[in-house]
């Protein structure tokens, strides 16, 4: 509450203190009415009260200062400590702090935040917590895993659900899923628009950008039974368009299953053969790549008991597989209802 200057007019007595060497910096009408906002802070003793060897000050807030522009070398955030309770272990992981400030910097609430190199899935968690939309893409399934796993960690009530998309997907959990969901994702991962509604739709399933009818089976084996309901329902669904597809010797549908019969591929070659009629049956594995399952064999051996009567079990496992193992990790907790 110095003045920078000398200024005589200002060199008068307030509340007992006297005078800076220079003068105060404010006129006694704004010295009474900072005083009255409470906005002058008066140097008291241990004793309580007013001590009048120190100087006056003016009590500054937050939320009224311009702040400074930030700069490009960000000092205050440090790096993930050994004790942090963030740590996971990844090698490159980066400070939670560091991208709640870009986040928040370069986005709004639901915005889309993609990082293409996920790794330990900092910006994901922290793109989640801030209510953002989010992608995250690695080529490692390790580091896919991790951050799955971190994602989950941090779930709650009001969490909105995610998808893991790995390059490579697993039969039985794509052969036993929610039957709906699963026609709805194999469509759009062919391309296709999948029908929103289950009923009325003469058990077709949806249509390619060119309108061509698509039927989902999750099954293995499809019979011809299959091929003979998919025609006709083709034919009911746009006659007009089946047979512009039949005269132009295009496919008038598309049945994407698991795998097919002898009798299904017999009809279909029958059908193009003696009828001019094209109709695609098309392979899972044909639309998304899917994962051949390494084969397990685990070995157990008894130690005997030790001491206190406790008996002492080693176990080996083997995994093998023709095209390698890329992740393994153990779950000793494992439970067949809800799975890892």
């Known amino acids: 509450m110095t003045s920078p200057n000398p200024r005589p007019n200002m060199m008068y007595e307030w509340m007992g203190y006297g005078f800076p060497e220079k003068g105060w910096r404010y006129e006694k009408e704004t010295m009474q009415k900072l005083h ?16 009048y060897s120190k100087r006056l000050a003016l009590k500054r807030y937050l939320n009224e200062q311009q702040g400074e522009i930030l700069g490009n070398f960000w000092g205050d955030i440090q790096n993930v400590q050994a004790h942090a309770k963030e ?50 893409i690695d080529q490692s399934v390790q580091a896919i895993k991790v951050s799955e796993l971190r ?35 194999i469509i759009q991962q062919y391309g296709g628009i999948p029908n929103i509604k289950q009923k009325g739709d003469l058990g077709l399933d949806g249509k390619s950008k ?6 989902v089976k999750r ?6 039974n299959i091929i003979d309901n998919f025609f006709s329902a083709i034919q009911r669904f746009d006659k007009t368009l089946f047979e512009q597809n039949k005269a132009d010797n295009k496919p008038v549908g598309v049945l994407i299953a698991f795998s097919f019969g002898k009798g299904a591929i017999q009809e279909v070659a029958r059908l193009r053969n003696h009828e001019g009629v094209i109709i695609e049956l098309l392979p899972v594995d044909q639309v998304v790549p899917m994962a051949k399952k390494p084969t397990l064999r685990i070995e157990f051996t008894d130690l005997g008991a030790d001491k206190k ?3 002492e079990i080693e176990f080996q496992a083997f995994g093998e597989s ?9 779950d000793f907790n494992y439970e067949a209802e809800p799975g890892f």
């Open 36 to 51: 009255d906002e409470g906005r002058i802070h008066y140097p008291k003793n241990k004793a309580g009260h007013p001590d």
């Open 87 to 136: 740590r996971i272990g990844y090698p490159t992981q980066k400070p939670e702090a560091l991208l709640e400030r870009i986040i928040n910097m370069a986005s709004n609430e639901g915005d889309t935040v993609l990082d293409p190199f996920v790794g330990g899935g900092t910006t994901v968690a922290v793109a989640e917590r801030l209510k953002r939309n989010w992608i995250g």
């Open 151 to 185: 994602l989950e960690k941090q779930r709650n009530l009001f969490s909105a659900p995610f998808i893991v998309q790995l390059h490579k997907y697993d039969y039985d959990t794509l052969r036993y899923s929610n039957a709906f969901e699963f026609e709805q994702w």
């Open 210 to 215: 060119d309108g061509i009818p698509i039927q």
């Open 219 to 224: 099954s293995d084996g499809i019979g011809r």
């Open 309 to 311: 009567g406790l008996r």
């Open 322 to 330: 023709p095209v390698g193992i890329e992740f393994y990790a153990w």
